[in-house]
């Protein structure tokens, strides 16, 4: 099965220019497409991941992946979806953050040889452009009242849209403009959020070059409350082990929303569709089935089967086997000295980063949210003392009804 027919089986375009042409064009030579990512992380999130796999997509069906990371458009700051103008981040930072997306991406592309793949950082060529140049050159392929049109600057236009966010637009466009020359790039892929950015690049190419370039967008996976996926109360849920752990990254997967379960699996892992629809297709407590192996699925993907069968076994044994057993909860470490001889459940909350306000903690409390060892503390004014720590398994931390975490003290 070829690239599109994959991608179209597993409900992964949202849009596409120029179908028929597109599928001739592949179907005579290996060609090269670009998905560029954003360097302002130390670490690529879930956000990002579909877009990663679908390169490996990409790469499976014997075509050239290139990953653009965007050095220098992050100088300037992608408007779309932001209601204000995103700060932005010096050359060390942006250099400090690329270090880390290589190495993640290196766990789904081949980058053995530049005939496979490349990464490249898009300021090489954006930092030394001549405005004038830029102005005389590719100002005239913009129509300023088309731009204004575009979505990803209609939101902005109320608040205040800066010049500088203004040229993003065309900053992307000549990236694709740039690898079309350089590199034989004819395709650009991304986000449906990003549709007119990547269209402005793909009509960039057709009109200075009268070549073939073509571009396709995926669906925005959103919750029922219209997160997008990979946010959560915590915040992001990133590739790096380091900041999210295998089993918070399990414990993801293993608790998205049921209507979800049949997308995540056609997007994010290699199951064949036929047993995706069977798994979507349970219902009641057998979608927890569902869930457990698209949990495993990507966490495997990403993390190893190693940390896959550990995150899962964990899982287990705190939800399947009760409070009590030995989950992997994530670990939280408490010094001696902040501990004390012990804190309110506010204080500790607080101090675990569990929450983030005074006012959030109480709410948790009062609402019934948290529990300690297994027992639900109602009484804001009570101390968790170092009994709560005996045992050697740490201090167990319940938030909610999905949310575990083991602190124990150093020092």
């Given at each position: 099965?070829?690239?599109?027919?994959?991608?179209?089986?597993?409900?992964?375009?949202?849009?596409?220019?120029?179908?028929?042409?597109?599928?001739?064009?592949?179907?005579?030579?290996?060609?090269?497409?670009?998905?560029?990512?954003?360097?302002?992380?130390?670490?690529?999130?879930?956000?990002?991941?579909?877009?990663?796999?679908?390169?490996?997509?990409?790469?499976?069906?014997?075509?050239?992946?290139?990953?653009?990371?965007?050095?220098?458009?992050?100088i300037v700051g992608d408007p779309t979806g932001k209601s204000e103008m995103r700060q932005m981040l010096g050359p060390d930072d942006i250099a400090a953050n690329m270090r880390g997306l290589k190495a993640q991406l290196?766990?789904?592309?081949?980058?053995?040889?530049?005939?496979?793949?490349?990464?490249?950082?898009?300021?090489?060529?954006?930092?030394?452009?001549?405005?004038?140049?830029?102005?005389?050159?590719?100002?005239?392929?913009?129509?300023?009242?088309?731009?204004?049109?575009?979505?990803?600057?209609?939101?902005?236009?109320?608040?205040?849209?800066?010049?500088?966010?203004?040229?993003?637009?065309?900053?992307?466009?000549?990236?694709?403009?740039?690898?079309?020359?350089?590199?034989?790039?004819?395709?650009?892929?991304?986000?449906?959020?990003?549709?007119?950015?990547?269209?402005?690049?793909?009509?960039?190419?057709?009109?200075?070059?009268?070549?073939?370039?073509?571009?396709?967008?995926?669906?925005?996976?959103?919750?029922?409350?219209?997160?997008?996926?990979?946010?959560?109360?915590?915040?992001?849920?990133?590739?790096?082990?380091?900041?999210?752990?295998?089993?918070?990254?399990?414990?993801?997967?293993?608790?998205?929303?049921?209507?979800?379960?049949?997308?995540?699996?056609?997007?994010?892992?290699?199951?064949?569709?036929?047993?995706?629809?069977?798994?979507?297709?349970?219902?009641?407590?057998?979608?927890?089935?569902a869930k457990k192996i698209l949990a495993y699925a990507v966490t495997a993907m990403l993390h190893g089967d190693e940390a896959a069968v550990t995150a899962r076994a964990g899982a287990a044994s705190l939800f399947d086997?009760?409070?009590?057993?030995?989950?992997?909860?994530?670990?939280?470490?408490?010094?001696?000295?902040?501990?004390?001889?012990?804190?309110?459940?506010?204080?500790?909350?607080?101090?675990?980063?569990?929450?983030?306000?005074?006012?959030?903690?109480?709410?948790?409390?009062?609402?019934?949210?948290?529990?300690?060892?297994?027992?639900?503390?109602?009484?804001?004014?009570?101390?968790?003392?170092?009994?709560?720590?005996?045992?050697?398994?740490?201090?167990?931390?319940?938030?909610?009804?999905?949310?575990?975490?083991?602190?124990?003290?150093?020092?």
């Open positions: 099965m070829g690239f599109i027919e994959t991608m179209k089986e597993r409900g992964l375009i949202a849009q596409i220019t120029h179908e028929e042409e597109l599928i001739q064009h592949l179907a005579q030579a290996p060609r090269t497409a670009y998905i560029g990512f954003d360097p302002t992380a130390p670490s690529l999130h879930v956000g990002h991941l579909m877009h990663v796999i679908n390169l490996k997509r990409w790469q499976d069906a014997g075509h050239r992946v290139i990953a653009v990371v965007g050095g220098g458009t992050a290196a766990k789904y592309i081949d980058f053995a040889s530049p005939a496979q793949a490349i990464m490249v950082n898009n300021h090489d060529w954006l930092g030394p452009l001549n405005y004038l140049s830029v102005l005389r050159e590719i100002g005239p392929h913009f129509s300023v009242n088309r731009m204004l049109t575009a979505e990803c600057f209609k939101q902005r236009l109320e608040k205040g849209l800066s010049f500088l966010e203004f040229n993003y637009m065309i900053l992307q466009s000549y990236d694709f403009l740039h690898l079309f020359q350089t590199e034989g790039c004819t395709l650009q892929m991304g986000g449906d959020d990003q549709w007119s950015n990547i269209l402005a690049g793909m009509e960039l190419v057709r009109r200075c070059t009268r070549k073939q370039a073509f571009c396709i967008t995926t669906p925005l996976l959103e919750n029922s409350d219209g997160r997008k996926m990979g946010k959560t109360e915590k915040g992001a849920v990133w590739l790096d082990p380091a900041l999210t752990s295998p089993y918070e990254f399990f414990q993801f997967w293993r608790n998205v929303e049921d209507a979800m379960v049949g997308k995540c699996l056609a997007f994010y892992t290699e199951l064949p569709m036929s047993e995706v629809h069977r798994l979507a297709a349970l219902g009641g407590a057998e979608i927890n089935e086997q009760g409070v009590g057993g030995s989950g992997s909860a994530p670990e939280v470490l408490l010094t001696a000295a902040a501990f004390g001889v012990g804190l309110s459940p506010v204080e500790l909350l607080l101090a675990a980063k569990i929450v983030s306000s005074k006012a959030e903690a109480r709410r948790l409390i009062e609402q019934g949210g948290l529990a300690i060892n297994g027992e639900k503390v109602e009484d804001i004014g009570i101390i968790i003392g170092p009994a709560a720590f005996a045992g050697g398994s740490g201090c167990l931390v319940k938030k909610g009804k999905k949310y575990y975490y083991r602190l124990r003290i150093s020092g």
